[in-house]
Every structure is written in structure tokens, then in C-alpha cells.
């Protein structure tokens, strides 16, 4: 069975930590995603990678950082963790578009 | 950009009955229209998409409709059942090199029993 695996359910953090979310997908999949979910506010948008080394800013990057170093592997990072930070953050790949995601299980993260 | 809208945000049925998800989106050259059930706790999962060649598509109790002309698309689910309960996500998308989508708001289904 394929998959995407986000390495934390859950998350607590505090106010100014530097957070890494780690994501890795076993299906060779070029591309990767980071999307945050948030009530009323759907699947935003964070960052992707078509490619290795390669990365693209979405709708809302301030504030984070990605690390594609390896093909199967995505990380997110927040620099400064802030409280309006708090969300669910979801993985995803694919393979060369236009076609369907796999997403991971999410990690819901809180900054105190 | 693409701009893609979704109604309604919440649906309730009784079990048994047909639900309609209806979304519209605003970019002609959009071309591939997924849609994904996500179940609390869980990440999104594909249920079934549609190309722009085709007007309709079909798996069991599940079937989407796509009018390129008005640019809108529907998900329709018949015979409902309580696991149908979730949270359903239109997308849109077009040929680009990172395969983007873009989604729509979410629609919370509840079945009742």
C-alpha cells in the first residue's frame, strides 16, 4: 500500500522554537506538497517541489522554510514558531500532474 | 490564479437520500477535477476525479458531473450511508510543472441515521 508519513500526530510547541515537520513518501513521486487546513479556510497552500533541491512558494510561505534534499523525503520548518501557527499540516505527493494527490495523516501542531 | 468555490459548507441527509456538492471554478484552462474525503483524524483521500474530455464519471454509489461551458462541477453520492459522513474537497488543476491544485473550502456531509 502506498503512502505518505508525517512523523508526528501531534506536536506542542513554544513561542519562538524552530519546528521541523518531517514528511516521506514511498512511491517515488516527484512531486511533494505542504498544505495547512484550518477551519473555514479549506487546504491553503504553503510549498512545493517538482524536483530535488527544487522548491516553489505557494499561497501563504511566510514564515516557513522547506528542505527537499532526497526525492522521497519533504521537511517543513518554522523558523520562529508564533502562535498563529496552530494548525493541522498536511503532506502530499504526486506524480507529474494533472493528477491526484496522497496525502499523509497530518500533524496537528499548537504553539504555546 | 484559479479560484475555486464550493457549496454548500454543510450538508445534512437522511440516510438513504442522494447528496449534491456542487463547485465552480474560474480558470478556463483548467482541465482535471478531483475530489477527496477526508474522515476526522485522517488525511484527504482521493474518491474520484474527471478530465475536461468527459462530461460524467461513475464509481458505484459516487459520480461527478462537469460542465466546462459554466465551469462548474458536482460530486453526487446516492443511497447514502453513515460512513459517508465526512468532509468532502472539490479541486481544480491544469498542466503545470508542479501539478498544483487548487481547493475548495470543504463541504461537512452528515448522514443521519
Known amino acids: 500500500d502506498v503512502k505518505v508519513t508525517q512523523s508526528s500526530r501531534y506536536l506542542v510547541k513554544r513561542t519562538g522554537e524552530k519546528v521541523f515537520l518531517e514528511c516521506v513518501q514511498d512511491?517515488?513521486?516527484?512531486?511533494m506538497f505542504w498544505y495547512r487546513q484550518d477551519p473555514g479556510l479549506g487546504l491553503r497552500l504553503i510549498y512545493f517541489s517538482y524536483d530535488v533541491k527544487m522548491k516553489e512558494k505557494g499561497d501563504i510561505p511566510e514564515g516557513y522554510s522547506v528542505s527537499r534534499e532526497k526525492k522521497e523525503r519533504f521537511s517543513l520548518i518554522l523558523e520562529s514558531a508564533s502562535t498563529n501557527q496552530t494548525s493541522m499540516y498536511l503532506c502530499?505527493?504526486?506524480?507529474?500532474?494533472?493528477?491526484?494527490?496522497?496525502f499523509g495523516s497530518g500533524t496537528r501542531l499548537t504553539v504555546v | 490564479g484559479e479560484n475555486v468555490e464550493q457549496h454548500p459548507s454543510t450538508l445534512s441527509v437522511q440516510e438513504g437520500d442522494s447528496a449534491v456538492i456542487k463547485c465552480t471554478y474560474s480558470d478556463s484552462a483548467s482541465n482535471y477535477f478531483p475530489w477527496y474525503k477526508q474522515e476526522l483524524g485522517k488525511g484527504p483521500q482521493l474518491i474520484i476525479d474527471?478530465?475536461?474530455?468527459?462530461g460524467e464519471k461513475k464509481d458505484q454509489r459516487i459520480a461527478v458531473t462537469l460542465n466546462k461551458t459554466a465551469k462548474h462541477f458536482s460530486l453526487h453520492i446516492t443511497e447514502t450511508q453513515p460512513e459517508d459522513s465526512a468532509v468532502y474537497f472539490c479541486a481544480a488543476s491544469k498542466r503545470n510543472a508542479g501539478n498544483m491544485l487548487t481547493f475548495g473550502g470543504g463541504t461537512r456531509l452528515m448522514v443521519k441515521p
Open positions: 502530499a505527493s504526486s506524480l507529474p500532474g494533472p493528477r491526484g494527490y496522497t
Open positions: 474527471i478530465r475536461s474530455n468527459v
Open positions: 512511491m517515488d513521486h516527484e512531486n
